[in-house]
C-alpha cells in the first residue's frame, strides 16, 4: 500500500462533479426490491458503484434473489433484482457495510433456513446488539445466544410473527431502519420503540426509511413520546411491499460534502450535478437542510437550482459550534473545515456525534490523532470534538485513513491548504467514491471530471 499525496489548492476550486448515488438509498431500495416476493424484476438506476453496493447485491443473491448489474450513467450502476417468492438459507459477507450487517439480518429471519453473517475484521467490533435483541424479543433465533457483533446465525423459519418490540438505538439509526424495512413482511406487521437513553442518531436516516417505505406501498406510521422532541416509536403494517419498476437514486450527499468543502476552503464555487430540486409536499430523501445549515455556519453560500447543488466559498472560514447528530457522517469532513478554520484563530466545537465511535473506525479518536499529528490542537469531548486555534500546521507523518472513506476524504481535504499532506490508504475511498483519487486532482487542478 503507498502513500497518495493530496494535490495542494493554487487558487479557488471551480467546477461541476458527478457524485455518485448515494449509499444509503442504494442499498433501501435493493432490498426493499428484493422483498416484493411477487417474482417481478425491478431496476434501481444511478446506484453507487461501490463495495457496499456489490456486498448488498451479493447478499440478496444468497437469499434468494436474482441480481444483475450492469454500467449505469456517470459511472453509477443499474441493478436488477428480481425477487424470490420465498427467502433462502446461506452465508452473507457484510464487508464493513452496516447496512448490509443491520438490514439483511431481519430480512434472513424470513428465510427457509439459517442465514450465516461475517465480515471483515473490523467489522467485528461494530455495535450490532439493537437489531439482533429486537430480533430475538419477536422470537427468531440467533446464534450464539449472547452475540452483539459479527459472526452470528439468524435462523431462519421462513416467517415471523411480528409485533411490538423495544430496542436500544442510541448507537445507529440503521438498527430501526433494519427492523422497518423487513416489517412489513412479519405477519403481524411490526411496532418498534427506541428505549434507549437518548434520541436515534442520525433520523434523517430513519425518515429516509419510511419515506421509501411509504413509496413502496407500506403504510407506516411514527409518534413522538410525551417527553421526547423527536419520533421514538414506528409502526409498519403487514402487507405487500411494491416499490416502483424503476428507481432512479439522487446523488450521495455524503460523499458530495467533501467536494462542496473544497469551495469553502479556496474561495470557489463547486456544483454537484443531477442534485434533485425538492417538491412540495414531498420530504427530502437526505438530510440537505441540515448539511446546508453547517456550510453556511463556516461562511458557505448554498443554492439548488436546474444546474445542481452549488456551494460557493471567501477562502474565510469562520469557528462553529454545531449539533451533528442528525448528520454525523458529515463529522470527518466538518472537522477538516474546523482544523482549517483554527488557522486563522477561530474556535469550533462539534457535538451530538458519540455514535460515530462505532462506525468504519473510532472516528472521534481518529480524527483527534490525525489532526494532532499536523500541529492542531483537537480535543475529545464525550459526544464530539473541540478545535482550538493552531497558527500552523504540517505533516509529520502520513495522514491515517484507518480503512475509512471518510477519514481518507477528509485528509485529502486538509492538504488542499497544507502542503505535503499524504493519505496513507486512498483506496478506502472506493467504498462510495470510487474514482475519488482521480477526480479530486482534476476538480483541484481545474481539469474538469465528467458531470
Known amino acids: 500500500m503507498s502513500t497518495w499525496s493530496a494535490p495542494l489548492a493554487e487558487g479557488p476550486v471551480r467546477g461541476t462533479v458527478a457524485v455518485p448515488g448515494s449509499k444509503s438509498i442504494t442499498n433501501r431500495a435493493l432490498l426493499l426490491a428484493a422483498l416484493a416476493a411477487d417474482g417481478a424484476t425491478r431496476t434501481v438506476a444511478g446506484a453507487a458503484r461501490s463495495r457496499d453496493t456489490a456486498l448488498m447485491a451479493d447478499g440478496l443473491a444468497v437469499l434468494g434473489a436474482h441480481t444483475a448489474v450492469t454500467p449505469g450513467r456517470d459511472g453509477t450502476l443499474d441493478v436488477a433484482v428480481t425477487a424470490p417468492a420465498h427467502l ?35 467489522a467485528r467490533t461494530r455495535p450490532m ?69 437518548g434520541a436515534v442518531p442520525s433520523l434523517p436516516h430513519v425518515e429516509m426509511t419510511v419515506t421509501m417505505l411509504r413509496a413502496a406501498g407500506v403504510t407506516v406510521t411514527s409518534q413522538v413520546e410525551a417527553d421526547a422532541a423527536v419520533p421514538s416509536h414506528w409502526a409498519v403494517s403487514a402487507g405487500p411491499i411494491t416499490p416502483a419498476a424503476h428507481h432512479v437514486v439522487e446523488p450521495d450527499l455524503s460523499g458530495a460534502a467533501v467536494y462542496l468543502a473544497a469551495a469553502l476552503v479556496t474561495g470557489g464555487e463547486v456544483t454537484v450535478a443531477g442534485w434533485p430540486e425538492s417538491t412540495p409536499g414531498l420530504p427530502d430523501l437526505q438530510p440537505l437542510g441540515a448539511v446546508r445549515g453547517v456550510l453556511e455556519a463556516f461562511g458557505g453560500t448554498v443554492t439548488v437550482d436546474g444546474a445542481g447543488l452549488t456551494v460557493r466559498g471567501d477562502g474565510r472560514l469562520s469557528g462553529v459550534d454545531v449539533d451533528l447528530a442528525e448528520i454525523g457522517e458529515l463529522t470527518p469532513t466538518v472537522t477538516a473545515l474546523a482544523v482549517i478554520a483554527a488557522r486563522d484563530g477561530a474556535r469550533s466545537r462539534l457535538r451530538g456525534v458519540a455514535h460515530i465511535r462505532g462506525h468504519e473506525t473510532d472516528r472521534l479518536a481518529a480524527l483527534a490523532t490525525e489532526a494532532a499529528a499536523l500541529g492542531a490542537r483537537v480535543a475529545e469531548t464525550d459526544d464530539g470534538l473541540v478545535v482550538e486555534p493552531s497558527s500552523t500546521l504540517a505533516p509529520t507523518r502520513p ?24 493519505v496513507d490508504d486512498v483506496t478506502a475511498t472506493t467504498k462510495t467514491l470510487p474514482d475519488f483519487a482521480t477526480d479530486w486532482p482534476a476538480l483541484v487542478h481545474g481539469v474538469g471530471i465528467p458531470a
Open 88 to 122: 433462502r438459507g446461506g452465508r452473507v459477507d457484510c464487508g464493513l457495510a452496516g447496512t448490509v450487517m443491520r438490514f439483511l439480518p431481519p430480512a434472513a429471519a424470513l428465510a427457509d433456513g439459517p442465514v450465516e453473517f461475517d465480515g471483515d475484521p473490523h
Open 129 to 197: 446488539g439493537g437489531v439482533l435483541e429486537g430480533l430475538r424479543a419477536l422470537g427468531v433465533t440467533v446464534e450464539p445466544a449472547d452475540a452483539d457483533r459479527l459472526p452470528f446465525t439468524v435462523l431462519g423459519r421462513g416467517a415471523v410473527e411480528g409485533g411490538p418490540v423495544s430496542v436500544d438505538a442510541s448507537a445507529s439509526s440503521q438498527f430501526v431502519s433494519g427492523l422497518l424495512l423487513s416489517g412489513a413482511r412479519y405477519r403481524r406487521g411490526l411496532a418498534v420503540t427506541h428505549r434507549g437513553p
Open 399 to 422: 495522514w491515517g485513513a484507518y480503512a475509512d472513506h471518510r477519514m481518507a476524504t477528509a485528509g485529502a481535504l486538509v492538504g488542499l491548504v497544507v502542503p505535503g499532506v499524504q
